[in-house]
């Protein structure tokens, strides 16, 4: 069993910068990526970026691409979302996602593992 729990969430204001961590604990031996996702109330979970667990290889949405910035320390089976220049329309609740399946990597059923979620709140 993996549990990840995600924390940095929070208020700030439109152009300020935030990042969002994610540990992850148990048996996280097999993981192939972490990945951020974003969903707001009556929307679809919308995937954010994704890091490769084995090289850091990283992958982002259009709508961050530039702007925010994902990463991992292995050694402390942590990952990271680094954003800057935020804007309102980031406004939501952020959650941390492990797979260990090689599939499309942008998908929300690839994902085995969640967090419960973080809320980034972004102010005009």
């Known amino acids: 069993q993996v549990q990840l729990v995600e924390s940095g969430g929070g208020l700030v204001q439109a152009g300020g910068s935030m990042r969002l961590s994610c540990a992850a604990s148990g048996r996280t031996f097999s993981t192939y990526a972490m990945a951020w996702f974003r969903q707001t109330p009556g929307k679809e979970r919308e995937f954010v970026a994704r890091?490769?667990?084995?090289?850091?290889?990283?992958y982002y949405a259009d709508s961050v691409k530039g702007r925010f910035t994902i990463s991992r320390d292995n050694a402390k089976n942590t990952v990271y979302l680094q954003m800057n220049s935020l804007k309102p329309e980031d406004t939501a609740v952020y959650y941390c996602?492990?797979?260990?399946?090689?599939?499309?990597?942008?998908?929300?059923?690839?994902?085995?593992?969640w967090g419960r979620g973080t809320q980034v709140t972004v102010s005009s």
């Open positions: 890091v490769r667990w084995s090289d850091g290889d990283t």
């Open positions: 996602a492990r797979t260990t399946s090689r599939a499309s990597t942008t998908m929300v059923l690839s994902y085995d593992n």
